[in-house]
């Protein structure tokens, strides 16, 4: 007894540990983020930079304005949750309760590898067939365009949402699903009016999962999206916040550097805002 209860202790000890490092490791960043980036804000000034409309950092008279990254972000990030959920949720409810399980075997070692795909692939893929195919189907100069983007965010955050939705209705006891179909419901009544209900929290935090993911890429939108500082259009070449840091960091110096830096707090901000809001909706109607 003595010994299980010192290794309890160890085995407390170790996951305090790497609760601390990781809390730890989060105020790091947030404090380098803080102290890079409000040096540039102030220079700037805090309306000019969140809402100016131009943003030409290597033009003889720069200016910093990132409101069309913003604008561009939010609106990608929403087309892909609005693509991307109904589609994963669906899948999830079919894999879960009524596919097979041959077909969930198959489709399961499938989204595990679509999962397991490096970034960088989808927007390769994205840029030689899903641009083109976007060109030619609406007849425009070029299918870069955030709404090549959208897709591409919408079949990446597909793996995401359909395994933590389909671990959440797995979850779900089946006395509750004999119950509803003894009362006299058909499966899919079942389904959607019990086990989904039940599974809930967990569906939600699949969506906050899928959130995080279309809000932070980078590497795929800027292959597919044209990567142009312009107001955001569904069928323009267009820059996300993500995008932005990443194409001109690596020549970037002085005031550039700066705002560079002042567009990842915005970003990392933005994030923490979605997170805290749907995490505070879900602690809600959880309650409720």
Same mark, same amino acid.
């Given at each position: 007894?003595?010994?299980?209860?010192?290794?309890?202790? @160890?085995?407390?000890?170790?996951?305090?540990?790497?609760?601390?490092?990781?809390?730890?490791?989060?105020?790091?960043?947030?404090?380098?983020?803080?102290?890079?980036?409000?040096?540039?804000?102030?220079?700037?000034?805090?309306?000019?930079?969140?809402?100016?409309?131009?943003?030409?950092?290597?033009? #003889?008279?720069?200016?910093?304005?990132?409101?069309?990254?913003?604008?561009?972000?939010?609106?990608?990030?929403?087309?892909?949750?609005?693509?991307?959920?109904?589609?994963?949720?669906?899948?999830?409810?079919?894999?879960?309760?009524?596919?097979?399980?041959?077909?969930?075997?198959?489709?399961?070692?499938?989204?595990?590898?679509?999962?397991? @795909?490096?970034?960088?692939?989808?927007?390769?893929?994205?840029?030689?067939?899903?641009?083109?195919?976007?060109?030619?189907?609406?007849?425009?100069?070029?299918?870069?365009?955030?709404?090549?983007?959208?897709?591409?965010?919408?079949?990446?955050?597909?793996?995401?949402?359909?395994?933590?939705?389909?671990?959440?209705?797995?979850?779900?006891?089946?006395?509750?699903?004999?119950?509803?179909?003894?009362?006299?419901?058909?499966?899919?009544?079942?389904?959607?009016?019990?086990?989904?209900?039940? #599974?809930?929290?967990?569906?939600?935090?699949?969506?906050?999962?899928?959130?995080?993911?279309?809000?932070?890429?980078?590497?795929?939108?800027?292959?597919?999206?044209?990567?142009?500082?312009?107001?955001?259009?569904?069928?323009?070449?267009?820059?996300?916040?993500?995008?932005?840091?990443?194409?001109?960091?690596?020549?970037?110096?002085?005031?550039?550097?700066?705002?560079?830096?002042?567009? #990842?707090?915005?970003?990392?901000?933005?994030?923490?805002?979605?997170?805290?809001?749907?995490?505070?909706?879900?602690?809600?109607?959880?309650?409720?």
């Amino acid at each position: 007894m003595k010994k299980n209860k010192q290794l309890e202790n @160890i085995v407390h000890g170790i996951f305090l540990i790497c609760g601390l490092i990781t809390v730890g490791c989060v105020l790091l960043i947030t404090i380098y983020l803080v102290i890079s980036g409000i040096p540039a804000i102030l220079e700037i000034g805090l309306v000019p930079f969140l809402f100016g409309e131009t943003w030409a950092s290597t033009a #003889a008279q720069p200016a910093y304005g990132i409101l069309p990254f913003i604008l561009t972000s939010i609106y990608g990030t929403a087309g892909a949750i609005v693509l991307g959920v109904p589609v994963g949720f669906m899948t999830a409810v079919y894999l879960s309760k009524i596919a097979s399980a041959k077909v969930k075997s198959v489709m399961e070692a499938a989204i595990s590898l679509l999962a397991g @795909i490096p970034s960088v692939v989808y927007g390769l893929v994205g840029m030689l067939v899903l641009v083109p195919a976007i060109r030619k189907a609406f007849n425009i100069p070029d299918g870069a365009s955030l709404f090549a983007a959208i897709i591409v965010l919408a079949i990446m955050i597909l793996p995401s949402i359909i395994k933590v939705s389909m671990t959440a209705l797995d979850a779900v006891p089946k006395e509750y699903e004999d119950g509803s179909l003894a009362l006299g419901a058909t499966p899919i009544e079942t389904y959607f009016r019990v086990s989904v209900p039940a #599974a809930k929290s967990g569906i939600s935090a699949a969506v906050v999962l899928g959130v995080g993911r279309a809000i932070g890429e980078a590497m795929a939108v800027m292959m597919v999206s044209g990567n142009a500082p312009n107001m955001p259009g569904l069928f323009e070449s267009v820059r996300f916040l993500t995008t932005a840091v990443a194409s001109e960091m690596s020549y970037s110096s002085g005031l550039q550097q700066q705002a560079l830096f002042s567009i #990842a707090l915005v970003l990392f901000l933005f994030i923490m805002l979605i997170n805290a809001t749907l995490n505070f909706f879900m602690k809600r109607s959880k309650e409720g």
